[in-house]
């Protein structure tokens, strides 16, 4: 490996660190380091540097968020979740369930996770206390549904996961990598509700009684009903005509402006800009990697251990151990391309391979230093908060220990995708 090589990996192991230690956007670091890197030590001019900025993948964060953003201030998002909550009808155990299903929706429709998280967390939390559900499987039911949903066709992660594969030249299929993301997700919290059972948790005594939540729903008001018929009519053009689904969401979006111009900038506010620097500086900067050849050649040094399995599961342990610390979407970009060279010299299945990592990147969210257990802690009550946060991180551990490995098992060696 070549000073070239080395020293803009050395610079994206230290973009992860200062992102995990400080709140700094880690790809405002990628956009900086991209510019250091190609300008001074690869002599490349700007529009070089930017070749490869994912301006498909930048649109449709911002399309799906401006819409999204919307969406929750007239109410819509509320309706649907009191809506639901009705349904169970008294069966309080079933309602961790009707969160699950509640966030998937969410994010399979093309809300991005932690926006989704952020949504339901409040109510979702409440009902945990009201209901005495400990309040740590709630919020593990919360984020495993929006993970569940978060691959699907429409979503932010399952168009960047897709356009990665396809730009490293395997690609892969979408409707699978949505299904094994779901399937897995459902399978943790069946496990998770499995463990609280046998550990005598899931019932929850120690919470702390909150004031009983209004979950009655009336009729649906005008921009409520346009909102709805505008979710339907986005999956009709990107399911059924295959339309492009950033320029699809800002066109909705921009529908419900017009009927309420003066929160205009409260809108625009609504828009995920973190995420947006972050996805357009971690893969313009892994760009120039791939420019530099680094990452052929950490894909051949782990090539030599001559076990594709073996490789394939270091690869799933490592991405799912620093998400737990970092941005799962950052180190999806990163690694995504390391798979590469792996699957085009062995016979591992590509939709297998990557749906695996993906999974095993997103599933250890649920740790309270990432944005999702973050939610979920902030969101208990303020004296039941420590407790909360002390067991999520726990839980999280279990998960850190298990998931990467279960997604592995039943992606990767079967070859069912």
């Known amino acids: 490996m070549t000073a070239v090589q080395i020293i ?28 250091g890197v190609g300008y001074f030590m690869l002599g490349m001019s700007d529009r070089q540097i930017l070749e490869a900025f994912p301006a498909t993948i930048v649109l449709t964060i911002i399309g799906v968020t401006y819409f999204f953003s919307m969406a929750q201030r007239n109410g819509t998002i509320d309706l649907i979740v009191k809506g639901c ?16 299903l509640i966030a998937a929706s969410l994010t ?23 209901s005495r559900i400990h309040p740590v499987v709630m919020g593990a039911f919360i984020v495993n549904g929006a993970h569940a949903g978060g691959f699907s066709p429409l979503s932010v992660a399952g168009v960047l996961v897709h356009d990665i594969a396809l730009r490293n030249g395997f690609p892969i299929s979408q409707a699978g990598l949505f299904l094994a993301s779901f399937a ?7 496990l998770t509700i499995a463990l609280f059972a046998l550990l005598g948790r899931l019932r929850d005594g120690a919470g702390v009684r ?32 295959h339309m492009p689904i950033g320029f699809v969401a800002l066109s909705a979006g921009l529908l419900l402006a017009f009927i309420n111009v003066r929160e ?43 076990a594709p399995l073996l490789i394939a599961l270091i690869l799933c342990y490592v991405i799912g151990v620093g998400s737990a610390f970092a941005s799962s979407t950052a180190l999806l970009t990163a690694f995504i391309p390391l798979a590469g060279p792996l699957l085009a010299t062995s016979s591992l299945s590509p939709s297998g391979t990557i749906a695996a990592l993906a999974v095993a990147a997103t599933v250890v969210d649920v740790s309270p230093f ?11 009550r303020d004296n039941d908060r420590p407790r909360v946060y002390k067991q999520l991180m726990f839980y999280a551990g279990g998960v850190v220990l298990v998931a990467p490995a279960l997604a592995w098992a039943l992606l990767v060696p079967t070859g069912v995708m």
């Not at 200062?18 to 510019?35: D, H």
């Not at 932690?114 to 945990?128: E, R, T, W």
């Not at 909102?227 to 005509?241: K, S």
């Open 108 to 130: 399979s429709l093309g809300t991005f996770s932690p926006a989704a998280i952020a949504l339901l967390a409040p109510a979702a939390i409440g009902f945990a206390y009201e």
């Open 8 to 35: 803009p990996l050395v610079i994206l192991v230290v973009m992860f660190v200062a992102a995990t230690k400080w709140p700094l956007n880690i790809g405002v670091m990628g956009l900086v380091a991209s510019f």
């Open 184 to 190: 897995l997700n459902l399978l943790l919290s069946v």
């Open 210 to 241: 909150g004031q009983d939540i209004d979950t009655a729903t009336g009729r649906p008001h005008g921009q409520q009903v346009l909102t709805l018929a505008l979710i339907a009519g986005m999956l009709v053009c990107t399911l059924g005509f």
């Open 85 to 100: 909550v009705r349904m169970v009808r008294g069966k309080m155990l079933l309602l961790p369930w009707v969160f699950f």
């Open 370 to 380: 990432s944005t999702d257990g973050a939610l979920v802690v902030a969101n208990a």
């Open 264 to 306: 205009h900038r409260s809108f625009i506010g609504g828009i995920s800009w973190s995420t947006v620097l972050m996805v357009a500086g971690m893969i313009t900067y892994v760009s120039l990697l791939q420019h530099v050849g680094m990452i052929d050649t950490l894909a051949g040094e782990a090539l030599a251990l001559g």
